[in-house]
């Protein structure tokens, strides 16, 4: 079992949706949660982080969190073409050790 | 200010051969963060440093890598002798003090192809 799983996608949404992306993370000792954009060939850029269970919204981005179901989600409303990317969420202990997910690829559709 | 900074973008070499691949990170950040992009899986995590102490090196995979972080500022990864499964992408990330904040902010990366 990976220790934090994602569906690869491709995720196709039409622009001005709401884009949702899920992840499962084994380890229940985890602690932080992040999401991470990465354009094609570029870095990773980081977009949103969690600590807490419950919703944490900023701008048209809202990260989910629910600790006792070991999952993690980032929705993205009113979706844009430029958010098409690969979308990695990550999660930590209490080492920074980051253990990341293989991404899910969103395609936004004009 | 400026970013996370890795050199080289690119590099090609012959399986034996020695590379080196060095990061700058955000000026201030103590913290720093090697990691490893193979290709069609998931970003792994190689090591950290705190100012020049190694914090945490659970991912490195074998003794042919040596990362150095002298005087607590930019870093080397040495691979020698290079592997053909050493190819991928090597990322560097750092992060602000305390040892705490784990908001980490990436560089470019380093695209390694070994033949």
């Known amino acids: 079992q990976k220790e934090v799983e994602q569906n690869s996608g491709p995720l196709s949404v039409p622009e001005g949706a709401i884009a949702s992306l899920n992840c499962t993370y084994s380890?229940?000792?985890?602690?932080?949660f992040f999401w991470y954009r990465q354009y094609s060939g570029k870095s990773p850029e980081l977009i949103m982080f969690?600590?807490?269970?419950g919703d944490k919204e900023d701008g048209r981005f809202t990260a989910q969190l629910n600790k006792a179901s070991q999952y993690v989600s980032l929705l993205i409303r009113d979706s844009q073409p430029s958010d098409s990317a690969t979308y990695l969420c990550?999660?930590?202990?209490?080492?920074?050790?980051?253990?990341f997910g293989t991404g899910t690829k969103l395609q936004v559709i004009p | 200010e400026a970013g996370v900074t890795q050199f080289p973008s690119h590099s090609v070499i012959e399986k034996g051969q020695t590379v080196t691949l060095r990061c700058d990170p955000i000026?201030?950040?103590?913290?720093l963060y090697w990691y490893r992009r193979v290709m069609g899986k998931e970003i792994k995590f190689l090591l950290h440093?705190?100012?020049?102490?190694?914090?945490?090196e659970s991912g490195m995979p074998n003794n042919r890598f040596l990362a150095e972080r002298t005087g607590g500022t930019y870093s080397t990864l040495k691979v020698q002798p290079a592997e053909l499964e050493d190819s991928g992408v090597y990322f560097c990330?750092?992060?602000?003090?305390?040892?705490?904040?784990?908001?980490?902010?990436f560089g470019p990366g380093t695209r390694l192809t070994v033949t």
């Open positions: 380890d229940r000792g985890s602690q932080s």
């Open positions: 990550a999660v930590t202990g209490g080492y920074q050790k980051v253990t």
């Open positions: 000026s201030g950040h103590d913290n």
């Open positions: 969690i600590y807490s269970n």
């Open positions: 990330a750092s992060s602000p003090p305390p040892a705490g904040s784990v908001e980490q902010y």
């Open positions: 440093f705190v100012k020049e102490s190694k914090q945490d």
